[in-house]
């Protein structure tokens, strides 16, 4: 199951995550030294339902929107971060908005920081989350007041998420093969790396797809699902392909 994180800046989403599976999604020196997510993010644990989570780790940021946008096309949940100190801010907003637009349906919400606040402030912006929430394809979802500092909260909203992927329905892998590409990078001694999420069909290892829109022919190396090397890749899962062709 994909879950992609969504909401404003600061918000605690990558801690959330690094809460949630151990690892911490900041890749690059520069994430590191301004303390935000520049580029996507990503993350795996294994959970005792014997279910295999992905997070995909997006920027709050308003001028890293277009990689938020790239994160959440083909994602199973949403998980809405709101920081219980601040309240919902304008990326809250839009991110909502272009889940909304998207047509994410099953989505859950993580109230952060409540470390950081009164019990009374944590009732206020649950109120204010349900009331933005409304009339939205995310309206309903449960809010779970967490805190990554603590690890209070982080036990139940595991849970949570464990039970929600037991209950996703298993997707047919039919039709052509699809992946809404969201990097591409270069392996030394491997070559050519593209990522991203399954939206259809199925590859095998040594197959031959083609790249839109350039319409360029190339050929599958190796591949990687849920961080693990595979030899194919199904629709709903986070995929890595190299890949090897001319003028790539």
């Known amino acids: 199951m994909i879950i992609a994180t969504a909401g404003h800046v600061d918000h605690g989403k990558t801690q959330l995550v690094h809460a949630l599976t151990g690892i911490d999604t900041d890749r690059l020196a520069e994430e590191k030294s301004r303390g935000l997510t520049i580029d996507l993010g990503f993350a795996y644990v294994d959970t ?8 995909i780790d997006v920027p709050g940021h308003i001028k890293f929107i277009n990689n938020m946008l790239a994160g959440v096309g083909a994602v199973d949940i949403a998980l809405l971060v709101v920081a219980a100190d601040d309240g919902a801010m304008p990326q809250t907003r839009e991110h909502l908005a272009i889940l909304n637009l998207l047509g994410v349906r099953r989505s ?8 950081r606040v009164s019990e009374s ?6 109120t204010e989350i349900e009331n933005l929430l409304a009339s939205t394809a995310l309206e309903g979802s449960t809010i779970y007041p ?11 909203l595991a849970t949570e998420l464990d039970n929600m992927a037991g209950a996703l329905d298993k997707k047919q892998s039919k039709g052509f093969f699809r992946l809404a590409i969201d990097r591409c990078f270069t ?7 593209i990522t991203g999420s399954v ?28 961080n693990k090397p595979t030899k194919s890749a199904h629709i709903g899962d986070r995929c890595a392909v190299n890949i090897a062709g001319n003028n790539l």
């Open 48 to 55: 005792p339902q014997a279910n295999r989570l992905g997070f």
């Open 108 to 115: 859950v919400v993580a109230l952060t920081k409540i470390d």
């Open 121 to 126: 402030r944590v009732k206020e912006v649950e």
């Open 146 to 156: 967490v805190s990554s500092i603590t690890g209070a909260g982080i036990d139940v």
């Open 187 to 193: 392996v030394k001694g491997s070559g050519v790396v």
């Open 199 to 226: 939206f259809s069909g199925s590859v095998n290892e040594g197959d031959s797809l083609t790249l839109q829109p350039t319409n360029t022919p190339v050929r599958v190396r190796a591949l990687h699902t849920q």
